[in-house]
């Protein structure tokens, strides 16, 4: 679960009624609701913007096992994290996973087979092709509710959506596991931003004393 949460970060919809419409078509049955919310908030995720977020975990018992907070510079395909000592760069093509720590960089290839919930803005694009959407609720706050299940077998069985119903923005992403444990990606300080290519590219002339693993 640490794993996928590192992961995660590498890391990142107006007034709905509760009662769901349904289209039926070729590839299954589509809730218009749930579509219309993730459209909303994959289109607050087109140009640069900039967010923080806390990653936690929690074991079946419901107990807090893991949190780290990052800061993401994201242009989609393109990402930055900033998570301690760990740092991540993607360029779109290759990513960098540059441990402070150990004092290495480990550069892969970027997959697009890759789990969608490593990269948000393609999980929102492109969730109809791995999962199956349902809109559940708008809280009091006007938090609009959404869960993802998953298509093919997963270790979990459904990511949950908070999404702000009014400006589209991604608050909170939950992980539900098949084994009663839970992941969270909260975000907050989400904003548009400036960025630059360099921006997303690992510095390879500035860390000389960065030992480079180039798995490409």
């Known amino acids: 679960m640490k794993k996928f949460l590192l992961a995660m970060m590498a890391v990142m919809l107006f007034g709905w009624s509760a009662q769901a419409q349904l ?3 070729s590839t299954g049955t589509v809730d218009e609701n749930a579509n219309s919310i993730i459209k909303k908030a994959a289109a607050k995720m087109t140009g640069s913007v900039s967010f923080t977020v806390t990653v936690v975990n929690y074991d079946s018992n419901k ?28 360029d ?5 996973q540059y441990n402070k720590n150990a004092k290495e960089v480990v550069v892969t290839n970027l997959i697009d ?9 393609r999980l929102l694009a492109n969730y109809s092709k791995s999962y199956r959407a349902k809109f559940i609720r708008e809280e009091e706050d006007g938090t609009a509710i959404v869960d993802l299940q998953p298509l093919k077998s997963h270790s979990y069985h459904k990511v949950r959506l908070f999404i702000n119903a009014k400006t589209g923005v991604l608050k909170k992403l939950e992980q539900h596991n098949y084994d009663s444990s839970r992941g969270e990606f909260i975000v907050s300080n989400f904003k548009n931003a400036q960025a630059n290519e360099s921006d997303f590219v690992f510095d390879t002339k500035g860390h000389p004393e960065v030992e480079e693993v180039d798995m490409r």
């Open 23 to 25: 289209t039926h078509t």
């Open 113 to 121: 087979s890759d789990d969608v919930l490593t990269n948000p803005a």
């Open 92 to 96: 779109g093509k290759s990513v960098w």
């Open 63 to 90: 107990k807090e096992t893991f949190r780290q907070k990052a800061d993401i510079l994201y242009q989609s395909p393109k990402y930055r994290v900033l998570a301690g000592s760990l740092e991540i760069y993607c």
